[in-house]
């Protein structure tokens, strides 16, 4: 769903990735020509359009994806979809570092967030939750509402799905203040992920990053 929302595509992605981790005889799959390269380090893995293929996709597909991610060095944002109760990518969540749930800043959306912050808490070994716009609140209003103190904000701009689209496409978009606000997060989302790693017995390599919306 990001990859059509932000204009950057959905294919390749999820749905090319489980299509040949299905057909392989093995996990050995080139995971990187169906994903989205941010830096030499970061890629994306853009999902379906559409919750209900989105569902239909990672139903028995979850574990083999997240095996062929762990077994790479890079770090992996998987586009996984609305993650609830009986979700077919639990098992990707219990092998993420951290799971960012990404929501729109209206009261409406928000007020959700505290049960899914408390699923993903079952599963994943950290949660985040992103908020695009402008809420009404503090981040630590929003951290203790949602349950986890892992929280950020980012602004919102008439023109973001070709900036986004031009930025991953490594475009002149890269220098826009959408784009260094988006690098700020990211930082500190790695920042997190480190600092989690570093008080955990699993071994980093066999996880991965998932994200929700």
Not at 46 to 59: D, H, L, N, Q
Not at 61 to 73: I, K, N
Not at 109 to 132: N, T
Not at 143 to 171: K, P, Y
Request: proline share 4%; net charge negative; hydrophobic share 45%.
């Amino acid at each position: 769903m990001l990859g059509a929302r932000y204009g950057f595509g959905v294919d390749p992605g999820a749905v090319s990735l489980i299509a040949a981790l299905r057909r392989a005889d093995s996990p050995a799959v080139d995971v990187s020509e169906h994903g989205r390269r941010v830096n030499d380090g970061i890629w994306v893995i853009p999902g379906p359009e559409a919750g209900e293929r989105a569902t239909r996709v990672w139903r028995g597909s979850a574990a083999a994806v997240a095996d062929g991610l762990s077994s790479d060095d890079r770090v992996w944002f998987v586009d996984a979809g609305r993650a609830d109760a009986g979700s077919p990518i639990e098992p990707l969540l219990d092998l993420s570092s951290m799971s960012i749930v990404l929501t729109r800043s209206a009261t409406e959306d928000l007020v959700q967030i505290p049960a899914r912050v408390e699923f993903l808490r079952q599963h994943a070994q950290s949660v985040g939750v992103l908020v695009v716009g402008k809420p009404q609140h503090s981040v630590d209003d929003l951290a203790g509402f949602f349950g986890t103190d892992r929280v950020w904000t980012v602004g919102t701009d008439e023109n973001l799905v070709r900036i986004a689209g031009e930025a991953v496409a490594g475009g002149r978009a890269r220098r826009s203040w959408v784009w260094r606000s988006a690098l700020s997060v990211a930082a500190d989302i790695a920042e997190a992920i480190v600092t989690d790693e570093s008080e955990s017995f699993v071994d980093p390599v066999e996880r991965t990053v998932g994200g929700t919306a």
